[in-house]
């Protein structure tokens, strides 16, 4: 079966520090991989997706960056994080073939940034 | 480009009584849709999905959902339901034509008091 891994799970940096948050997927080949974020009050955003290594694509301008340098690998990155970074970080796949839109979330990430 | 609306915020309702959380789509195209549903500080999981077929829609947890075209509507009902049941619930939607990905409402909180 699949499964989907995300760490770390709860993360307070200060503001202008670095981040890296890192997803894996297992048993499953060749998946579209993406990084939402959910801050309070204002539903999900999405803000990377990769349907393939090495292709991201984004969906909202920001100070954060995303890469897929293996096929199961998701990270995303930022060099200097802001305060408006704060927020409910989650990875989620869905099949690359006979794709319908159905996602499988991680765990979600926990950002605070003080 | 497609979008989701989900008319309620919050549902306060007593354990046992029934509940519809209400939600509407829009799209040029047809449409898959999907319900998820989130517990405190963890990823989302599938509720139900409709993909074609029969309109009437069940998922798990006592849930089921109505595909209504003409209103471009999908809501999510429950006969009756269990303080367990509170947490936040997501409608989303994509298209079936091509690849977009899934746009999902701002959520409704289902707040379940003895």
């Known amino acids: 079966s699949q499964t989907i891994h995300q760490w770390p799970a709860t993360l307070v940096q200060p503001v202008g520090s670095p981040l890296s948050l890192e997803c894996t997927v297992e048993?499953?080949?060749?998946?579209?991989l993406y990084w939402y974020r959910q801050a309070a009050g204002r539903g999900l955003q999405l803000l990377f997706y990769?349907?393939?290594?090495?292709?991201i694509s984004s969906e909202v301008p920001q100070n954060l960056s995303a890469s897929r340098p293996q096929d199961r690998q998701f990270i995303l990155s930022s060099k200097k994080l802001l305060l408006s970074d704060s927020g409910f970080y989650l990875c989620?796949?869905?099949?690359?073939?006979?794709?319908?839109?159905?996602?499988?979330f991680g765990e979600g990430s926990r950002l605070t940034v003080l | 480009a497609q979008s989701v609306t989900q008319l309620d915020s919050q549902v306060p309702v007593f354990e046992e009584a029934p509940v519809e959380l209400r939600c509407n789509y829009s799209s040029s195209v047809s449409v898959y849709l999907f319900w998820y549903v989130q517990y405190p500080n963890q990823g989302l999981q599938l509720l139900l999905k409709y993909l074609s077929g029969s309109t009437l829609v069940k998922g798990i947890n006592g849930f089921e959902a109505e595909f209504n075209k003409s209103q471009t509507s999908f809501h999510l009902r429950k006969p009756s339901v269990h303080i367990s049941d509170t947490a936040e619930y997501f409608c989303a939607v994509s298209e079936t034509e091509g690849y977009s990905t899934l746009t999902f409402g701002k959520g409704t909180m289902l707040l379940v008091s003895p």
């Open positions: 990769s349907v393939g290594i090495g292709q």
């Open positions: 989620a796949w869905s099949v690359g073939q006979g794709y319908t839109g159905e996602l499988f």
């Open positions: 048993g499953t080949s060749n998946p579209n």
